[in-house]
């Protein structure tokens, strides 16, 4: 069986760099038999980044964020994913606001990744 491949697309203008990227890094997972869902994060449901509630610290919701918006179907998938393709134009030396929301679930609150080295609960990216 396949490995399933979350994409994230963190750039606002689909057709330019950041998406050609991700579709072709996408393009690479699918023909080695990858399953790749990809997420636009431009064009979901609205979102905000994280609010500090600590409802993601809470034994009960452990790990997952309690605030339900758009970005929830990205993080639920990117939780149970083999992989994750992510992608964000430089704007003035910074990443895009739309992905710093995505990262700050990610890597601050729920869990999912830690900034030294990049280790996972999977393994090291």
């Not at 309690?66 to 910074?94: F, H, M, Q, W």
Request: aromatic content about 12%; glycine content about 12%; some cysteine.
């Amino acid at each position: 069986m396949g490995k399933k491949i979350i994409a994230v697309n963190a750039g606002p203008r689909m057709g330019w760099n950041t998406d050609t990227l991700i579709t072709e890094a996408s393009r690479g997972a699918e023909s080695e038999g990858a399953e790749v869902v990809r997420f636009d994060l431009f064009r979901l449901e609205k979102y905000t980044g994280c609010i500090s509630c600590f409802g993601c610290k809470k034994e009960k919701s452990k790990g997952h964020c309690v605030c339900r918006d758009g970005l929830t179907p990205v993080l639920d998938a990117i939780r149970k994913a083999d992989g994750l393709i992510i992608g964000s134009p430089n704007y003035l030396g910074e990443l895009t606001a739309s992905f710093r929301c995505e990262e700050q679930y990610n890597w601050n609150f729920c869990g999912c990744f830690s900034f030294a080295g990049y280790r996972t609960d999977y393994g090291d990216v």
